[in-house]
């Protein structure tokens, strides 16, 4: 399984990203995925995870009400939307994915409970 994400830059605070995740499994509904977020010096932390199906979606409290994840399985992509940025969205963010037996699952909150990772893209929030 190969993940790309893409998407980061520069931006204000205040402004708003969209990432996405492109994923190559010919069955990504069966997948459960997530974002993580590390920022220079501190350990990766989770941000949003949904389920294979899209229906179940979780949220760390610190993007709660300003980040949104979603995801198209045609597409096999997933979206992470960042609106109101703050200085301490500053990272490079990280998609991950794990295989499930049911589509409704969603991964867990760890970075141990994802098997597949893409590369960062890098997310800079200025003030």
Same mark, same amino acid.
């Given at each position: 399984v190969q993940l790309q994400a893409s998407g980061g830059g520069l931006v204000q605070v205040g402004g708003s *990203? +969209? *990432?996405?995740c492109a994923a190559s499994p010919r069955t990504f509904d069966d997948y459960? =995925?997530?974002w993580f977020r590390q920022a220079p010096g501190k350990e990766r932390e989770f941000? &949003? &995870?949904i389920s294979g199906d899209g229906s179940r979606t979780v949220y760390a409290d610190s993007v709660k009400g300003r980040f949104t994840t979603s995801r198209d399985n045609v597409k096999k992509t997933m979206y992470l939307q960042m609106n109101s940025l703050e200085p301490e969205d500053t990272a490079l963010y990280y998609c991950g994915a794990r295989q499930s037996g049911w589509p +409704?699952?969603?991964?867990g909150?760890? =970075?141990n409970d994802y098997e597949y990772w893409g590369q960062g893209t890098l997310v800079t929030v200025s003030s």
């Open positions: *990203l +969209r *990432l996405s459960g =995925v997530g941000v &949003a &995870a +409704r699952s969603i991964p909150q760890e =970075v």
